[in-house]
């Protein structure tokens, strides 16, 4: 199994331009998360999907971002337009259904995508 | 809301030593799940072991332990043996045992290991 693969893994971009990141998912996941990695706020979670709908989009920091998951092994997430402060590095994970309620399945993180704007 | 504490920013440790990480949380949920996360410097997440709020007995993962007080709200992470590859970020995390498993995370600990 290739794990989760995002890319590109290095953006450099400057401000107000379009961004989108790419997110594949473990093949039979059902549940893809976004999380940012930031040194003021450290890692949070954006939005995540299950089933591909989106379930919980309250961390979104703003409406510049967007994510889509218009398949179950696609996913994007878009900042239009990018800011300086949306420098970060960007997780995509994934993970399946427990066994059961008592069971828990590990979520697998991407490698991340290391977003600079200028 | 449920909320991670990790009050150690550093630590040094001697290699071949045991080193623990403290973790504190906070949550008015019965049914919940801590976990805790290793960041070496090539950025990636590695899961390293997972303890349930229901599971008696703590958890162990080779060197890894966790140190579950449930009364304290406390989850302290115990590397035995400590390997200059152990050098990293470690971060503590939990999850609400409802259908979402979704992470929240402490602000990490960066923990070196001296040889």
């Known amino acids: 199994d290739a794990g989760v693969i995002q890319s590109p893994r290095h953006e450099v971009t400057e401000m107000g331009q379009e961004v989108t990141l790419r997110c594949k998912p473990i093949?039979?996941?059902?549940?893809l998360f976004w999380y940012r990695q930031t040194m003021m706020r450290g890692l949070e979670l954006l939005i995540y999907f299950n089933n591909n709908v989106p379930i919980d989009d309250s961390g979104m920091p703003e409406d510049r971002f967007s994510a889509k998951m218009p398949n179950a092994s696609f996913s994007t997430l878009k900042i239009q337009p990018s800011e300086p402060r949306d420098s970060a590095v960007y997780f995509c994970?994934?993970?399946?259904?427990?066994?059961?309620?008592?069971?828990?399945?590990?979520?697998?993180f991407g490698p991340g995508t290391r977003l600079t704007v200028l | 809301a449920q909320k991670i504490t990790q009050t150690q920013p550093g630590m040094f440790v001697q290699e071949k030593e045991a080193v623990t990480l403290d973790c504190t949380y906070d949550?008015?949920?019965?049914?919940?799940?801590l976990f805790w996360y290793k960041q070496p410097s090539s950025g990636e997440m590695i899961f390293l072991i997972y303890?349930?709020?229901?599971?008696?007995q703590n958890a162990t993962e080779g060197r890894y332990s966790l140190n579950f007080q449930k009364a304290r709200k406390s989850a302290n992470l115990v590397i035995s043996a400590s390997q200059l590859g152990d050098s990293a970020m470690y971060f503590c995390?939990?999850?609400?045992?409802?259908?979402?498993?979704?992470?929240?995370f402490g602000s990490g600990t960066r923990l070196l290991v001296r040889p």
């Open positions: 303890q349930g709020s229901y599971d008696e």
């Open positions: 994970a994934s993970r399946g259904l427990p066994p059961d309620k008592s069971s828990y399945n590990e979520q697998f």
């Open positions: 995390a939990m999850t609400p045992m409802d259908s979402s498993y979704k992470l929240i």
């Open positions: 949550t008015s949920d019965q049914s919940y799940g």
């Open positions: 093949s039979g996941h059902d549940y």
